[in-house]
């Protein structure tokens, strides 16, 4: 089993930033692909980005191309998502995911975090 804990999330201005962090514990983390997915009100959850298990490899939605930076600290046990020129659109729950499959849908991983709100004001 993987425990994961997001933080991070809070309200800000359109074109501000925020920083999620989500630790990992339970089972070797660090040998996991890590993704971030984000989730608002009536809608399904969806990919924003991911990581492989050694940082060498990011994959991005296309809607945070540019604005986001995936990253992780194997020996923190941490991932990270830097979000810069949030926009309301970007408004939603977001969730960290660790699996063992480098992928763009949920059924790729196996863990779940309860999820952080992030809310961005116009």
């Known amino acids: 089993q993987v425990q994961l804990v997001e933080s991070g999330g809070g309200l800000v201005q359109a074109g501000g930033s925020l920083r999620l962090s989500c630790v990992a514990s339970g089972r070797t983390s660090s040998n996991y692909v890590m993704g971030w997915f984000h989730q608002a009100p009536g809608k399904e959850r969806e990919f924003v980005a991911a990581?492989?298990?050694?940082?060498?490899?990011?994959n991005y939605a296309d809607s945070v191309k540019g604005r986001f930076a995936i990253s992780r600290d194997n020996a923190k046990n941490t991932m990270y998502l830097q979000m810069n020129s949030l926009k309301p659109e970007d408004t939603a729950a977001y969730y960290c995911?660790?699996?063992?499959?480098?992928?763009?849908?949920?059924?790729?991983?196996?863990?779940w975090g309860q999820g952080t709100q992030v809310t961005v004001s116009s």
């Open positions: 990581i492989s298990w050694n940082g060498a490899s990011t």
């Open positions: 995911a660790a699996g063992t499959h480098y992928a763009t849908h949920t059924m790729g991983y196996d863990y």
